[in-house]
């Protein structure tokens, strides 16, 4: 066994040998979360990605099964394209896997024909069809996009743009899907066959979010709404792939034509409370100093 692997004292199964959760992604915004949360819960553990000691590249297969072995449940995020997963979970169940648990999209089976997350749909198509017990969390929007990813630079400026208009969006918190994820995965046996929405308890729009981000933070923050063009152009001059651009775009387009600004109760089912509220969010950032201009 890897030993990259966090041990508690607690087995599960047969011969004595605790179960192994692989975090795929470890790294990553959720991964690193979720790994966290199992270590305090004495859930034996294995991190891997593209810089872990245990190492997994969705693009390089050869690596898939030295990464799966003696796992009997995975966290999957996946990949930005469509299709490895298929592969992914035939590797994981010859490996011995019992459980995948894979992050997607808030509403994914109500995307239409939109060009829009069409990785995340074809990964829950890889898990449903395959010979193991799944557990799929669809999250709407994360809170932390606004301190820790694409919306983080453009606030620190003084402004978002994007072209998100006047419907609104259900934004969870990374925190909430973190702790739903490490639950399932303690306990998937309880959760199998199950799809989860995770949201927060309220939809608010970009402008709303943008205000109450200003207020805690004490910074005068516009919000402007831009095509779908221009807002591709302007991550392609921040240095974003024009294809992966036009992907985040078609989010938006997606979202203003679609009707997944519903909240879900995803959160509560599984960990037996409300969600965190955005202003929550909001304030814990700002305390943080999320938005502090930069001498």
Known sequence: ????????????????????????????????RVLARLRLRG???????????????????????????????????????????HEFAARAEAAGV????????????????????????SAEDAVRRSGLEWTILRASNFNQNFDE?????????????????????PFVDLEDVADVAAAV?????????????????????FPEAVELISRASGRPLTYTRVSPD?????????GLGEE??????????????????DTADGVTAVLGRAPRTFEEYVVRAAAAGAWRQRP
């Open 1 to 32: 066994m890897s030993n990259d692997v966090t041990h508690s004292g607690s087995t599960h199964g047969t011969g004595g040998n605790a179960d192994v959760v692989l975090v795929l992604g470890a790294t990553g915004k959720t991964g690193r």
């Open 43 to 85: 859930t034996p553990a294995r991190p891997a990605s593209r810089s872990s000691p245990t190492r997994f590249d969705w693009s390089d297969p050869g690596g898939w099964d030295a990464a799966l072995r003696g796992a009997t449940a995975v966290y999957v995020v996946p990949p930005s394209v469509p299709g490895p997963v």
């Open 98 to 121: 019992r459980h995948l648990v894979l992050l997607s999209g808030h509403g994914a089976d109500r995307w239409g024909d939109s060009a829009f997350g069409l990785d995340m749909r």
């Open 149 to 169: 990813d694409v919306f983080h630079a453009p606030l620190l400026a003084g402004g978002l743009a994007l072209p998100a208009g006047p419907v609104p969006e």
């Open 185 to 205: 995965l303690a306990e998937p046996d309880r959760h199998a066959g199950r799809t989860y929405e995770l949201t927060g308890p309220r939809a608010l729009t």
């Open 230 to 238: 221009a807002y591709t152009a302007a991550l392609v001059a921040e």
């Open 244 to 261: 992966d651009a036009r992907h985040v775009a078609e989010m938006f387009v997606m979202m203003e034509r679609q009707d997944i600004s």
